[in-house]
């Protein structure tokens, strides 16, 4: 069942999202060349504490960090840790909140110093993909137009999208239905409401689709080792179209 959020729900909603998105942004900056992925982490924690509020991901499932920090051929779910970040890297950080008890999520992937340029387009499109998928988040739509729209422009653009891990429904749990595959077929899937709250969330492959799981048991790599870029927002679905609530931009 996809729960339906109530104005109150959606007023804490936004609110837990707002703080994620400035936490979000602080973190953009703080990431540079010689920054190890544990110091981002410790960076987002003592943000989490400064907002008075707690982190989604500690914990979960026995994940050990706040933040998943993934460089470059990782998909998702890296672990922070003495890893120096280097010129010429891409960070994904993926990064959850729980604002008195309603959650946000959103990840986002940059460059640091001098990239190639096929990694900048890769960046690039799993950005637009993103926000293509939301532009479907809208009453009357079905869930896999948001699924097909994302999968359309990436195979568009030459790469692939990831199919062992999907987007999903967020709000008093950090995970809830649906699960929102960024692949399938337009028309098909439940119909959209108002009222409803997305975690939408594609990565992007350069190479093949397919992903390992490292000996952790946590990170995925991609299969060939080729880089991938991750985007998310939490969005939620109202009468006068989709409202991104983690915003970083503003
Ligand atoms: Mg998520």
Sequence with gaps: MILLKSKADLLMLRESGKILGKILK????AIKPG???AEIDKLAEDLLLSEKVLAAFKGYKGFPASTCVSLNEEVVHGIPSGRVIQDGDIVSVDFGLNYRGYFSDAAFTLGVGKLDSRVKKLMAVAKAAL????KQAVPE???FDISYAIQNYVEKNGFSVVRQFVGHGIGRNLHEEPEIPNFGMKGRGPVLKSGMVFA???MVNM???????LENG????????RPSAHFEHTVAITESG???LTRDDA
């Design 131 to 134: 926000s293509e998928g939301i």
């Design 218 to 225: 946590w990170t995925a790599v991609t299969a060939d080792r």
């Design 200 to 202: 939408i969330e594609p």
């Design 207 to 213: 190479g093949t689709w397919e992903c390992e799981i």
């Design 26 to 29: 602080a973190l953009q900056k």
């Design 35 to 37: 920054i190890t992925t």
């Design 242 to 244: 989709p409202e991104i």
């Design 141 to 143: 739509n079905h869930l």
